[in-house]
């Protein structure tokens, strides 16, 4: 292979992810082979509704719940089969920004030492060195150094504490970041601050996000490309615009459909949604969308439907797939 | 115009804390006919659940309450206790952000729903039942004699936010506070429990309160809206007007901050810097005033009274209010 192919290659591939739980002698399919990749410096939005199985997707990933089967390559290495040192040494290349800020921070340690946490389990022993990195980063997510470092996490709002776990992701200079649901905790107003600025740390250092929520909205303002997942499989994936134009899921439809639009002349649509997503203890045959699915037939309960191309870099996962 | 069902006039929180007093809502007044819709938005810490909590007597314990809140023809700040808790439930419902806290997890579906019943409608105990199962089918569930002897964990998100709107609506009540009654539902969820309020609400002609922190929640579904900052009313105006041509900057900024789904990808997007100020340390001047990118020096010295735009019922608390005439900004 050339020097140029191997640029060339996703920093991610996922590729027939299995990951299940164990719920009592029940076991519950959170995800069920899906397979996407991620390009260097490209964002990958993955959205779905609650229990689809995107934050599971997100974990396995960064090996934080092990797969059943299935492989994550990231930059060309298997991390599914990597294991102990091995593996803590990827993760330094690897992130997780959560999506509860406050929850995510050690109420009793001072911001300093929980930035500089991960530079001293990546063995970074010199003092001045990681009091300097501290400082830089602290600094690049818009918070003074001098002010915040010696303070404790209870004395700071819902978005500075995302700002704080923002840096101490970044401090130790990651290529990837997963981000899950990063601003469904803050307020409309801190929302946007906090979207700005990992749009900027992307730009900065050069990072791939996987960038995994459940406002459609959310997903399009930060996303090149956006997965829909339903029940633990992949529906769709597209760019971004393409995505949002030409939706060719019918459940990527109905999504956004259902957003409600702040604007008084677009009336809402009536009961656009069927019914309730189906536990993932038991997922339908077939396509896991049929139950809900305006378009089902007898092929879609027989039949799962693979992630074809429908339009150039489309991918939909559907026997009928919308114009 | 029928006389209003609702009104609320200069109400005041104070809530003590640690660091001194905090108000939460700062002298709020406002107004509901029978049927209409009004929609208050703000960010938290608003004060818009505490002003929803004071329509209800349902404030803690150590809260100080000022002014007067009078629904239909009532003043509920002076009422007895034993008669506030007759007409809440019946004349007066509310439906929660949180429908796992709001029900109760060890009591069935059905004892829950006919406790209501039986105790506001003095119905036996079989035609408490045929009104439950009546109920629980009018708000989309499906076979609801079985659900009568199910528990909540038993069920959805969607399921409990269902029950708990029929367990609010079963007294029929002439006003229902919806305090952010899709906030913990996904985004298909929460287009059928906005649909089946607005189908309740125009059948049983009752008035609605939907508190939200969302824009696009209220604006398809309020007849009025009124925002929130930081414990006051800042803008207020039927729907449409606010919308077209809203006057508060804040209001302004709320709205542009939102991600939109027709802006293209990596749009940076128009967001207020610094945040909302601390309720313990009221501001002498306007509360937006520091984060506003209109403020000017007397925005710092004076609060802005809530007064009247072009109009009528639209109200606007703003020195230097934008959008005044058309083609105009200030």
């Keep these: 292979m050339t020097q140029l192919a191997v640029r060339d290659a996703p920093l991610l591939n996922v590729d027939n992810l299995v990951v299940e739980y164990g719920l009592g002698n029940k076991v519950v399919h959170a995800v069920s082979g899906v397979s996407l990749h991620v390009a260097r410096r490209e964002t990958l939005g993955l959205v779905g509704e609650s229990g689809c199985g995107k934050s599971t997707l997100g974990r396995a990933v960064l090996q934080l719940r092990r797969a059943k089967s299935g492989r994550v390559l990231f930059d060309g290495e298997d991390l599914t089969a990597m294991e102990g040192e091995a593996l803590r040494k990827m993760r330094r290349r690897v992130q ?21 946490e ?8 010199d003092a001045a060195e990681r009091k300097r990195r501290v400082i830089e980063v602290l600094a690049a997510v818009g918070l003074d150094p001098d002010l915040v470092a010696g303070r404790l996490p209870h004395e700071f709002s819902g978005g500075q504490c995302q700002r704080i776990c923002i840096a101490r992701a970044l401090v130790l200079n990651p290529e990837f970041v997963v981000c899950d649901e990063p601003v469904s905790a803050l307020d409309v107003s801190i929302r946007a601050q906090i979207l700005n600025l990992l749009e900027e740390m992307k730009a900065r250092f050069g990072l791939t996000l996987l960038f995994i929520a459940h406002d459609l909205a959310v997903v399009k303002a930060v996303s090149d490309r956006v997965a829909v997942m339903y029940l633990g499989r992949l529906c769709e994936v597209a760019p971004s615009e393409q995505l949002f134009a030409r939706p060719a899921h019918p459940y990527t439809a109905l999504l956004l459909q259902a957003i409600p639009v702040p604007d008084p002349d677009v009336r809402p649509p009536e009961s656009v949604a069927i019914g309730e997503p189906p536990s993932p203890i038991a997922p339908p045959s077939g396509c896991r969308f049929r139950t809900r699915c305006p378009r089902a037939d007898q092929q879609c309960s027989a039949e799962i439907p693979e992630l074809r191309e429908v339009a150039p870099g489309q991918l939909a996962a559907c026997h009928h797939p919308l114009a | 115009m ?7 006039e200069d109400v005041a929180v104070e809530l003590p804390t640690p660091r001194g007093d905090l108000r939460a809502v700062d002298h709020v007044d406002l107004s509901l006919e029978p049927g209409r819709t009004l929609g208050i938005v703000g960010e938290s810490g608003c004060g818009k659940t505490m002003l929803s909590r004071a329509i209800l007597q349902l404030l803690p314990k150590k809260a100080k309450l000022s002014g007067r809140v009078m629904f239909d023809g009532r003043d509920l700040v002076r009422l007895a ?3 506030l808790r007759r007409l809440r439930a019946r004349d007066l419902a509310v439906v929660f952000q949180d429908p796992m806290t709001s029900l109760n997890p060890v009591l069935t579906i059905g004892t829950q729903l006919m406790e209501t019943i039986q105790e506001h409608l003095e119905l036996d105990v079989p035609a408490a ?18 659900r009568l002897a199910q528990y909540p964990h038993q069920c959805s998100g969607g399921m409990r936010q269902r029950i708990a709107i029929a367990i609010a609506l079963s007294c029929e009540p002439k006003l229902l506070i919806a305090d952010e009654p899709t ?18 609400q125009r059948r049983r002609h009752m008035a609605m309160i939907i508190i939200t922190h969302d824009l696009g929640v209220v604006a398809g579904r309020a007849d009025e809206v009124a925002v929130m900052y930081a414990g006051r009313v800042v803008e207020r105006a039927p729907t449409q007007a606010l919308f077209k041509r809203m006057h508060m900057p804040y209001t302004e900024a709320l709205l542009a901050a939102i991600p939109k789904l027709e802006t293209a990808p990596h749009t940076p997007l128009p967001a207020i810097s610094g945040r909302p100020p601390d309720p313990t340390r009221p501001l002498k001047g306007c509360s937006f005033a520091p984060r506003c990118r209109y403020a000017a020096g007397r925005c710092h010295a004076a609060k802005p009274e809530l007064k009247s735009a072009e109009i009528s019922g639209h109200l606007y608390a703003c ?6 005439a058309e083609g105009m900004s200030a």
């Design chain 1, 96 to 116: 997780l920004i959560f999506q509860d800020p406050i929850a995510s921070l050690n109420p009793r340690r001072r911001i300093g030492d929980i930035v500089a």
């Design chain 1, 118 to 125: 991960p530079l001293i389990i990546a063995g970074v022993k």
């Design chain 2, 2 to 8: 029928s006389p209003p069902l609702l009104t609320i």
């Design chain 2, 81 to 83: 206790p034993e008669s």
């Design chain 2, 129 to 146: 039942r045929k009104r439950s199962i009546e109920l629980l089918a009018a708000v989309g569930i499906p076979a609801p004699e079985q």
């Design chain 2, 183 to 200: 906030t913990a539902l996904d985004v298909t969820i929460q287009a059928q429990i906005l649909d089946l309020l607005a189908r309740e």
């Design chain 2, 319 to 324: 020195f230097h209010p934008i959008q005044m």
